[in-house]
């Protein structure tokens, strides 16, 4: 159990719309990074927040945008869906950076 | 810019048996060092990690990985397997220093293991 929820777990979007992923860290953590891992690959940075603001961005287009809350909730949200924005998305969590908590990821098909 | 090689797509080995799997980095310093384990459908769970310190590292369920500078290679190890071994095993690294939370992870290994 590593106190990192993600919501919704699965969910299929068409290209061309917006979605919404869901994180929620446990209290205290004040850092949170998203991954995007597509089928047969490793988990790829997207960005990471540091007590509501972005600090590091990986190789991804600007309709990848995020929000960090100060209830230790985030959001990653993708605008223009293409089909290869189809793959596992992973919230991940710290509060002193030796531990990196990670959830069990949201499913995105675009179709 | 760091990259991780794995070069190991998969690996089958039979329950008992020793196991090796293979890790090699290209950072321009000692980077952050970390292994990862995922089984089907699920998150990443955390086997060990390396920061500085003694280059044999050991982590949960019996894992232990070795630093190597000379080599830039940090290789995740097993005396005896067991079937619940059977997983995708990640290689990954992240610049040193506090605040270093971008991952960059190798392509996985998969492990099979024949009872």
């Known amino acids: 159990e590593t106190g990192v929820t993600q919501s919704p777990t699965h969910l299929i979007k068409t290209r061309g719309q917006q979605v919404t992923l869901r994180c929620s860290s446990q209290?205290?953590?004040?850092?949170v990074s998203w991954y995007q891992q597509a089928l047969g690959q490793g988990p790829q940075f997207i960005f990471q927040y540091y007590r509501e603001e972005e600090n590091g961005r990986g190789n991804f287009p600007p309709r990848f945008s995020g929000l960090q809350f100060p209830n230790y909730s985030s959001e990653l949200n993708v605008n223009a869906l293409e089909l290869d924005d189809s793959a596992l998305y992973l919230c991940?969590?710290?509060?002193?950076?030796?531990?990196?908590?990670f959830g069990e990821g949201s499913w995105l098909t675009v179709v | 810019a760091q990259s991780v090689t794995q070069p190991d797509i998969h690996i089958t080995v039979s329950e008992g048996a020793s196991l090796e799997l293979r890790c090699n980095y290209s950072y321009g310093a000692t980077p952050y060092l970390f292994w990862y384990v995922q089984s089907p459908g699920q998150g990443l769970q955390l086997l060990l990690k390396?920061?500085?310190?003694?280059?044999l590292v050991q982590g949960i369920k019996g894992f232990e990985a070795e630093f190597k500078r000379s080599q830039s290679s940090f290789n995740l190890r097993k005396p005896s397997v067991h079937w619940s071994d059977a997983a995708e095993y990640f290689c990954?690294?992240?610049?040193?220093?506090?605040?270093?939370?971008?991952?960059?992870f190798g392509k996985g290994t998969k492990l099979s293991v024949i009872p």
């Open positions: 209290s205290g953590h004040n850092t």
């Open positions: 390396y920061f500085s310190g003694d280059t």
């Open positions: 990954a690294v992240a610049p040193s220093g506090a605040g270093s939370y971008q991952l960059t």
């Open positions: 991940a969590s710290s509060v002193d950076g030796n531990t990196i908590y």
